[in-house]
């Protein structure tokens, strides 16, 4: 047999790629730190940000000149004066109604504005969203002295209408921007295929883009409600009678300047406090999904 032969019916040789090496202690990642460096600095912060909360807690449950650490016994006389002695029920209703119909116009038009600014070319765009960015800066108490004398003129002064539409115009340059991101991230083959199909704009938009930018309308619907659910120089200046006050306002004439009743603005707080913590923990997952997907240009 010659050589050519015996190399060709010889096997070849079976080629093995090591092992790599298994991460020990000495050479472990920086990304894999112990987990008492994760949970001791969480912990802490989680600490630091209950206390408050259970001291408020403290104040509206314990009874009037207690000065016990623990609320026992659990009185709730703290609640019923503030909902019905300092007219809560009505403050609460208030603030529940400027919050939805906050939320529902600026939904409607940042989801327009943001739909044009997303598939829509014009000369000033750069321009218009760099005034949007820059409106961001200025203070809501610049706003109150031109808002104010343009409510006097359509006599809207004392109205909910006035702290609504104060409160929508604050919140749709940041909900435009975002809307528009969302919009960016929906491939624009989509509507072009419905529109062979043979759907115009706004049913390709409706059928087709809407259903996908639920999470992102979730988010910018629940930040303009908690802000507006929380603001309070807008209901401050353009509100003057107690029935058309909202909660911020109700919890500062808890405050007078001889004495503060420590028990009622903390079942106050409380009661301004429950609707966010109820809203935030039903819409977590979609809050998240929603800015996660808006802070990205697709």
């Known amino acids: ?14 080629r093995t790629t090591p092992e790599p090496p298994r991460p020990t202690k ?45 609320p026992w016994p659990i009185t709730f006389e703290h609640f019923e004066k503030v909902w019905t002695d300092r007219s809560f029920g009505t403050y609460f ?13 600026t939904t409607l038009v940042a989801l327009a504005g943001g739909y044009a600014l997303a598939r829509f070319d014009f000369k000033i765009k ?12 200025v203070p809501g108490a610049l706003l109150l002295v031109p808002l104010f004398e343009i409510f006097a003129e359509l006599k809207m002064i004392n109205s909910l209408g006035s702290v609504i539409l104060a409160e929508t115009v ?80 109700g919890l500062n004439s808890l405050m007078s300047a001889d004495s503060v009743d420590l028990g009622a603005l903390a079942a106050g707080g409380i009661i301004a406090a429950v609707p966010v913590v109820i809203v935030f923990a039903f819409i977590q997952k979609w809050l998240i999904t929603g800015f996660s997907a808006g802070a990205v240009k697709g």
């Open 170 to 249: 604050f919140q749709l340059p940041l909900s435009m921007i975002l809307i528009s991101n969302f919009i960016k991230n929906v491939p624009y083959s989509l509507e072009e295929a419905a529109w062979v199909d043979g759907c115009n704009r706004m049913t390709a938009f409706r059928i087709v883009v809407l259903p996908l930018l639920r999470p992102g309308l979730i988010a910018v619907g629940s930040f303009a409600f908690v802000h507006s659910w929380n603001h309070f120089l807008f209901a401050l200046m353009f509100l003057n009678n107690q029935d058309k006050q909202t909660i911020p306002v």
């Open 93 to 105: 209703a208030n603030s529940v109604l400027v919050g939805v119909a906050t939320l529902l116009m």
């Open 26 to 70: 000495k050479n472990r990642a920086w990304d894999e730190a112990p987990r008492w460096q994760i949970y001791l600095p969480l912990g802490i912060y989680l600490l630091f940000t209950l206390i408050p909360f259970y001291w408020i807690l403290l104040f509206s449950l314990r009874p009037a000149g207690s000065t016990s650490l623990v």
């Open 126 to 137: 750069r321009w218009f969203m760099l005034a949007l960015l820059c409106s961001q800066f």
């Open 1 to 14: 047999m010659s050589v050519k032969e015996a190399t060709k019916t010889a096997p070849a040789p079976v």
